[in-house]
C-alpha cells in the first residue's frame, strides 16, 4: 500500500509556489508560480541571475524565511506530506533531517566557539538521539565521507584553523549526518577558489552516488550545472522559464535566456577581432520585483522579442520528453542557436 | 623575555595553531597598561585574600597610640580609637572585593539572559525590557545606588543588591545590543536550516559570541562598584562600622583630616588604585580578546 504510494509521486513536488515579502515600499514579489519536482537520488539545479528566486524557492521548503514579513502560498510536497501548513515545532524536527542546507559562506557558516566534531555531533544527537560517544565517532566517519584528511584529528579542531574548503566539507558534513532525503545547496561553490570548486563539487556526486541524496543545488554557475546535475530548472523574474535535463539543455535549449546564460559561460567565449577571447554579457538588468505585467518578463533584453512577446505571458510548453519552455519564439537549432 | 620570544614561533612553524586563550595572552602581553592593571588587580586579590590572614586584628585597640603616625609598630598609623590601619584597610580590601565581584555577578546572572532573550525575541520582548532599562537608565548610577540602599536598609548585603541592581541595566543594554549583531550571523541560520531550536540557538550560537564583551563589561563593572560600595559606606547606607570597609575609614577620618591625615589617604590611595586596575585591566581584555585590534 505505503510502497506503491510511494512510487506515485516524486520525493519533492512543489506546486504554484508564490512568494512575497511585505517590505517599506509595498509586496516584493519573489517567487510567482513555480512547480517543479524532484526525483530521488537526482541532483536537481535550480539556475538564473541574481534575485531571479532560485534560493527564496529553496528556502521556501524548509520554510526558512522570516514568518513576520513572508507571504507563501502554494504546495511542497516532501514524499506526499504538505510541508507549507506544518507548524514551526514540526519544521524543526524537519530542518537538518528530512531537508537539509548547505550555504555559500563557508567561512561564516560554522559556529567559531566549538570544535568542529562537537557541531556535526550535535545535530546528531538533537534528530537521532545518539549518545555523546556515538554521534562523536560518526563525526568522525562522515568527516571522512566527505574527503577531509586525517578526519580523527580534524574533528577536534576549531573552524579557524580549517580552510574554506574544508569548511565547506564541514558544512556538508553536518548537512547531510542525518541522511537527509533532500540536501539544499544554495551556490556552495561561490565562494570558493576555483581549485577547490571542482574538489568540493564531487562530494555532492559523491554523496547523491553512495547515499542516494536527493540534491537541490542554487547556482548561476552553468559551468557548475554541467558538472554535477542531472536536470536543471533555468529561473527568470521568479517563473521557471526552462526545464530540462541537462544534456538536452545544452545541446538544444529553446529559451533565448538560457542561451544566453551559456553563451556569457567561459567556454562559449568568442574570439573578436583582436584575438582576445570575449565573453558574451546579457544586455539589461533584471526587472524590478514590484510589478508583474502580463508579458514575457524577458523581453526588453530578448534579442528575439517580438509585438507578441507584450501582449501576453508565455506558458511552460513542452519541446520533446522533459523538456519545456516558457516562449512564443524559442530556439530551434543546436548548441546555442545564434540569434 | 628573549628566549621566550624567540620560542614563540616555533609552535607556529611546526604547524599547529596556538589556543585562543595563548593567542589572547600574547596580544595582552604587548601592553604596558594592561599588564600594569593585571598586575594592580593581582596586588589587590592579593591584599583581600591574604592580608587579612597576616596583619593584626582590625577591631583590636591600641589604647597606647590613637591617632599615631605610621611606625614600626603600626605600618600605615592608627585611628583615633588605636585601630591598626594596615589591617583595616586589608579587612577593607575584602569587602571592596566582595561588593565589587559579587554585585557585578548578580547583574551579570540576572542581565545577561534578560538582554538574551530581548534581543531575540526583538518583535514582542524587546521593546518593552527596553523601554523598563531607559527607565532605570535615566537614573545616574549612584542616585539609583543610593536610593536602593536606602530603601532596602544599610548591610553588606544590601549593598551588594544595590549595585547589582544599578548595574543590570548597563548588563541588559550590552548583551541586547550584542544579540542583536550576533542573531543575524550565517551560522545562526545555518544552525536555524539544521532545525536548531530558540533555546539552543540562544545558548549555543548567540551568548558564546559574546563572552568576550561581557568579560569586559565585567571587568569593567567591578571597578564601579568598589567606588559604588565605598560611597554608600561613607554615606553610612552601606557596610556599618565597625566592620571596616574603605568607606567606613574614609568617614571615620574625615574628622582627624588635620590631625592625621594618613587615614584618609590611605583608603583613598587604595580606592583610586584597585578601581584603576580593573579599568586598565578591563580595557587591556577588551583589545586583547578583539581579534582585530591586532597590531
Known amino acids: ?339 | 623575555m628573549a628566549d621566550q620570544t624567540l620560542s614563540a614561533p616555533l609552535p607556529a612553524l611546526a604547524g599547529a595553531t596556538p589556543g585562543r586563550a595563548r593567542q589572547v595572552w600574547r596580544r595582552f602581553r604587548r601592553r604596558p597598561a594592561a599588564v600594569a592593571g593585571l598586575a594592580l588587580v593581582a596586588g589587590f586579590l592579593a591584599l583581600a585574600v591574604i592580608g587579612p590572614l597576616v596583619t593584626a586584628d582590625p577591631a583590636a585597640q591600641d589604647y597606647s597610640a590613637p591617632l599615631a603616625p605610621p611606625s614600626g609598630g603600626h605600618l600605615l598609623g592608627t585611628d583615633d580609637l588605636g585601630r591598626d590601619l594596615l589591617a583595616r584597610i586589608a579587612y577593607g580590601a575584602r569587602v571592596s572585593l566582595e561588593a565589587g565581584v559579587l554585585s557585578v555577578l548578580l547583574a551579570m546572572v540576572v542581565g545577561v539572559p534578560i538582554g538574551l532573550v530581548a534581543g531575540y525575541y526583538r518583535r514582542f520582548l524587546d521593546p518593552v525590557v527596553m523601554r523598563l532599562v531607559d527607565v532605570v537608565l535615566a537614573f545616574p548610577f549612584l542616585i539609583f545606588a543610593v536610593g536602593m540602599a536606602a530603601i532596602l536598609g544599610p548591610s553588606l548585603r544590601n549593598v551588594i543588591i544595590a549595585l547589582g541592581v544599578s548595574q543590570l541595566p548597563g548588563i541588559i543594554r550590552v548583551t541586547r545590543g550584542e544579540v542583536l549583531t550576533l542573531r543575524e550571523l550565517d551560522y545562526v541560520a545555518a544552525a536555524v536550516a539544521d532545525g536548531a531550536g530558540d533555546g539552543r540557538i540562544m545558548f549555543r550560537y548567540v551568548l558564546p559570541g559574546a563572552t568576550s564583551t561581557l568579560i569586559v563589561q565585567a571587568t569593567v563593572g567591578i571597578p564601579t562598584a568598589i567606588i559604588g560600595e565605598a560611597t554608600l559606606s561613607f554615606l553610612g547606607l552601606g557596610v556599618q562600622p565597625p566592620t571596616p570597609s574603605w568607606g567606613v575609614v574614609l568617614t571615620d577620618a574625615q574628622q582627624f583630616l588635620d590631625q592625621a591625615p594618613w587615614l584618609a589617604i590611605w583608603p583613598g590611595v587604595m580606592i583610586a588604585l584597585s578601581t584603576l586596575g580593573f579599568n586598565l585591566l578591563g580595557d587591556g581584555l577588551r583589545d586583547a580578546l578583539d581579534p582585530r585590534s591586532v597590531r
Do not use: W
Request: aromatic content about 4%; hydrophobic content about 40%; proline content about 7%.
Open chain 1, 1 to 339: 500500500m505505503s510502497e506503491r504510494l510511494m512510487s506515485e509521486h516524486s520525493l519533492l513536488e512543489i506546486t504554484g509556489l508564490r512568494v512575497g515579502f511585505d517590505t517599506e515600499e509595498g509586496r516584493v514579489q519573489a517567487v510567482r508560480d513555480v512547480s517543479l519536482r524532484l526525483e530521488r537520488g537526482e541532483i536537481l539545479a535550480l539556475c538564473g541571475e541574481s534575485g531571479c528566486g532560485k534560493s527564496v524557492t529553496a528556502m521556501s521548503i524548509p520554510r526558512l524565511l522570516p514568518p513576520e514579513t513572508t507571504r507563501l502560498s502554494g504546495s511542497i510536497r516532501l514524499d506526499g506530506r504538505e510541508l507549507t501548513d506544518l507548524p514551526e515545532s514540526a519544521l524543526r524536527a524537519i530542518r537538518g533531517k528530512d531537508v537539509s542546507m548547505v550555504f555559500q559562506e563557508p567561512m561564516t557558516s560554522l559556529n567559531p566557539s566549538f570544535t568542529v566534531g562537537f557541531q556535526i555531533a550535535e545535530v546528531l544527537r538533537r534528530h537521532e538521539g545518539m549518545s555523546r560517544t556515538a554521534a562523536r565517532s560518526r563525526a568522525v566517519e562522515l568527516l571522512e565521507l566527505v574527503g577531509i584528511p586525517a578526519p580523527a584529528r580534524r574533528v577536534r579542531e576549531y573552524p579557524h584553523q580549517l580552510s574554506g574548503g574544508m569548511r565547506q566539507r564541514v558544512m556538508i558534513a553536518i548537512a547531510v549526518a542525518c541522511s537527509p532525503r533532500v540536501l539544499i545547496a544554495d551556490e556552495p561553490t561561490t565562494a570558493l577558489d576555483v581549485t577547490i570548486q571542482a574538489g568540493v563539487l564531487d562530494v555532492f556526486r559523491d554523496l547523491r552516488d553512495r547515499l542516494g541524496t536527493a540534491i537541490i543545488l542554487i547556482t548561476h554557475d552553468l559551468g557548475v550545472v554541467a558538472d554535477v546535475a542531472d536536470r536543471a530548472v533555468v529561473m527568470y523574474a521568479g517563473r521557471a522559464v526552462e526545464e530540462a535535463s541537462v544534456t538536452e539543455l545544452y545541446a538544444r535549449p529553446r529559451h533565448p535566456y538560457t542561451a544566453g546564460l551559456m553563451r556569457a559561460l567561459p567556454s562559449a567565449a568568442v574570439t573578436g577581432e583582436d584575438g582576445r577571447r570575449r565573453l558574451t554579457e546579457i544586455p539589461g538588468l533584471v526587472p524590478p520585483p514590484f510589478e508583474d505585467p502580463d508579458e514575457c518578463a524577458f523581453h526588453p533584453r530578448c534579442p528575439r522579442a517580438r509585438e507578441d512577446c507584450t501582449a501576453t505571458r508565455p506558458a511552460l510548453e513542452a519541446f520533446g520528453t522533459g523538456h519545456r519552455a516558457a516562449c512564443f519564439h524559442p530556439l530551434s537549432t543546436a548548441a546555442g542557436g545564434d540569434a
